[in-house]
């Protein structure tokens, strides 16, 4: 049976254990939901004041030049290429992850009705399980084009092959599953979908910062993903989007706003797209919220992609086994491949009363979230989640369970 001085051990030699201190976490918390928003990097803190206090205070409006503020969507990009496999030029941080996805979604559908042999496809086809708002998002853009466009639902990564037939224009998947960790195989899925004549939308959302990921060598079409969750960008902070240097010549999308153009300040009034990743911008950009994420990307910069996947599975591992070690009597369903190919970075299972015990959880200091049907979710950020943590979170959790130290009239949160 392993214990806490088993896990004190592992983290006097954990490689990564020194960052943890570059984060600010309070005391007597442990937390475990950094698949939902990360945590804050010390240095965000005073990024913030400076941008706030001297670039916007002092020097107003010449930031956007003497500041680099007008730069700031690609330099970001380029800075978190390198953890998705994507190369200089080819990803932009901007805009939400929901709307970037629409510009990805509208693109690859125009690119598929402007082939001479694939202009009759009217087909997304995405999972039923993938997160919501990439499934409105499907829905919203279809409902608008005027040319009978749809969207399939299937029910397991083992139905998508059979959904992709001659009137699938798009495959849209999320990389890293939301309630259950689950992991598709990129590589696998993208060629498969290649082979059928369709093109690929991944999101990323649950993936960078978590797994290594390699776009281009999975010859992926577009993706999308947040910084907030893994990369640590803040509450609500700007995107990406990835176009692949093949696509951004036919890259296209509704979006079409000013910082797109070619020459923005011409004030000219018809639109010429600007060449390369330019073209998946819009409007103005949410600068102090930009410049946040870049202190998120500086802890990045000091590790690498193996490393932080190495501690994520001994992590995630040894999760999984003290909970079924120490809550096994208990009514708890592993919903988290184990399988280390199949799995993200956090383990989720289910409970009949999962948000009363998750609940319990956060108020003895254990930090995870619920999602429905009866899923706790437990995230694990390498970079600031240690393997004591691991072993005090499982420790309370028998104790809320043994006890039955949970209210199941609890009322819920507009945020669960």
């Known amino acids: 049976m392993t214990t806490r001085n088993d896990c004190l051990t592992r983290d006097a030699h954990d490689a990564l254990a020194a960052l943890r201190d570059q984060f600010d976490l309070p005391a007597g918390v442990i937390y475990l939901d950094g698949n939902s928003l990360g945590a804050r990097p010390k240095a965000s803190l005073a990024r913030a004041q400076h941008v706030i206090g001297h670039e916007w205070g002092k020097d107003l409006i010449r930031s956007w ?18 953890l998705i496999g994507a190369s200089d030029g080819e990803v932009v941080v901007t805009d939400t992850t929901s709307l970037n996805l629409f510009k ?30 990439d499934i409105y998002m499907a829905q919203g853009l279809s409902s608008w084009l005027d040319r009978g466009y749809t969207v399939k639902l299937v029910d397991s990564v083992e139905d998508i092959p059979a959904a992709l037939d001659n009137d699938t ?9 939301y309630r259950t960790g689950y992991q598709h195989d990129m590589a696998a899925l993208t060629r498969l979908a290649h082979d059928a004549g369709a093109l690929v939308v991944w999101d990323l959302a649950h993936s960078a910062g978590a797994v290594p990921l ?18 640590n960008g803040g509450p609500g902070s700007p995107a990406f989007i990835w176009v692949p240097q093949r696509h951004q010549a036919a890259f296209t999308q509704p979006l079409s706003g000013w ?13 010429a797209p600007t060449s390369g990743i330019g073209r998946a911008l819009c409007g103005t950009q949410p600068v102090t919220s930009l410049a946040l994420v870049e202190c998120g990307l500086d802890v990045f910069a000091q590790t690498n992609m ?36 199949r799995r993200g970075s956090q383990v989720s299972f289910t409970h009949p009363h999962g948000y009363a015990v998750m609940a319990a959880l956060i108020g003895r200091g254990v930090i995870g979230d619920y999602r429905e ?20 979170a499982v420790e309370i959790l028998k104790q809320i369970l043994d006890n039955e130290q949970y209210d199941v009239a609890a009322e819920r949160g507009a945020v669960t």
């Open 214 to 231: 390699d776009l281009n060598s999975a010859n992926a079409d577009f993706a999308v993903g947040c910084t907030y969750k893994y990369l």
């Open 306 to 341: 193996a490393a932080i996947r190495a501690k994520s599975l001994a992590l995630t591992d040894l999760f999984i086994e003290l909970v079924e070690q120490r809550c096994g009597g208990h009514p708890l369903g592993l919903v988290t491949p184990r399988e280390h190919a």
């Open 259 to 271: 910082w797109g153009h070619a020459a923005p300040f011409a004030m000219a009034p018809d639109f």
């Open 104 to 133: 990805a979604l509208a693109a690859a559908i125009h690119m598929q009705a402007s082939h001479p042999a694939r202009g009759a496809r009217r087909v997304i086809v995405t999972e039923r399980t993938n997160f919501p708002t």
């Open 169 to 177: 224009a798009v495959l849209m998947l999320t990389h890293v599953n």
């Open 65 to 82: 030049n003497t500041a680099g503020w007008f730069d700031l969507p690609k330099r970001l990009g380029n800075r978190l290429a390198p």
């Open 373 to 392: 049907p009866q899923i706790m979710r437990f995230g694990f950020t390498p970079l600031y989640t240690s393997f004591a943590d691991v072993w005090d």
